[in-house]
């Protein structure tokens, strides 16, 4: 019997393991950047400077590829309604990381493939059942762990990584419906590009306003380097989430994406001293439990691109 192609099996969803391994290590990087950044930048700016960097990174393989913007009007039109709304969701993150801890942040966000999945069984009419409806309910009890302290102590801003969360799904279910006719890279570029276009235009509605989510200031060089750190991570981070994809089967990988949540809160104890006391950890199993079952069970094998890095 030949083994070779049996151990070039093992070889490739091996290496898959270890790029989404490194992935969901280096991604807590872009809140930690991020959370450093607003002690003296505007939100909209620090989410501007991200896209910056990552439509810089993206734009030599969209070039590869042969093609950086879609053809057709309506595919475009859909790349600029993406941006519009990847851009909502990554200010509403700074903007909850400003005051939170990372942590707390991530978990709440992480109640993302619960919507994603009621999302897709409301609009393109997927099989959910009762079994996934229930894990989608235990997602939201688990964040509402997560949430009501939170609440106590930050007010509405808990609830910014919710409106992530619906964002983001909303994000990807778009991608799902452009990923059938249009080049992954180029699509990657133009939602970053977008995005940024969507930043620029809140940014000069926001010059002089004084506000310190949308007036824009000219960050010092520690700040500079806190913005273009969120830019590399979420590229890198991306890039080797989507090469992991590539290597080794979803349903072997995307339970390893909840290792951010951990990798999250050890960064955030090392940078800044804080770490989920023992409810909102319980809350924070809950939602992992209630996320792998429904990756288990089929329903979101949508690979994370570099755009949709938190």
């Known amino acids: 019997m030949d083994t070779a192609p049996r151990a070039w099996h093992d070889w490739l969803t091996g290496s898959g393991i270890a790029l989404m391994v490194a992935s969901v290590l280096i991604a807590p990087m872009i809140d930690i950047f991020s959370k450093?950044?607003?002690a003296t930048a505007p939100v909209a700016e620090i989410t501007a400077g991200r896209f910056v960097v990552q439509a810089a990174l993206m734009l030599p393989f969209a070039l590869a590829r042969g093609r950086l913007f879609s053809r057709s009007l309506k595919h475009a039109m859909f790349h600029v309604l993406r941006g519009v709304i990847l851009t909502i969701g990554m200010i509403a993150f700074v903007l909850a990381l400003k005051s939170m801890p990372v942590a707390d942040a991530i978990a709440i966000f992480f109640v993302e493939p619960a919507i994603l999945t009621l999302m897709s069984g409301i609009?393109?009419?997927?099989?959910?059942g009762w079994q996934k409806v229930a894990a989608c309910a235990a997602g939201f009890a688990g964040s509402l762990l997560v949430i009501q302290p939170s609440f106590a102590e930050f007010g509405l801003i808990s609830l910014?990584?919710?409106?992530?969360?619906?964002?983001v799904a909303?994000?990807?279910?778009?991608?799902?419906m452009l990923s059938q006719v249009e080049d992954p890279w180029s699509m990657q570029f133009q939602s970053s590009f977008w995005a940024l276009c969507t930043c620029i235009v809140i940014l000069v509605l926001g010059e002089g306003s004084g506000s310190d989510i949308f007036d824009p200031v000219v960050p010092n060089l520690t700040t500079t380097i806190y913005i273009a750190g969120v830019g590399?991570?979420?590229?890198?981070s991306g890039i080797l989430g989507a090469y992991a994809y590539r290597a080794a089967p979803a349903s072997v990988l995307a339970p390893l994406q909840y290792l951010e949540i951990v990798s999250a809160a050890t960064a955030a104890y090392l940078v800044f001293g804080d770490f989920p006391d023992a409810l909102k950890w319980l809350g924070i199993?809950?939602?992992i439990g209630s996320g792998v079952f429904i990756i288990f069970r089929g329903v979101d094998k949508t690979p994370p691109g570099p755009e949709t890095a938190i």
């Open 36 to 38: 450093l950044a607003t």
């Open 232 to 236: 590399v991570a979420a590229t890198v």
């Open 123 to 128: 609009f393109l009419a997927e099989h959910i």
């Open 170 to 176: 909303t994000f990807i279910l778009l991608t799902r």
């Open 160 to 167: 910014l990584p919710v409106i992530t969360a619906i964002t």
């Open 285 to 287: 199993f809950i939602i």
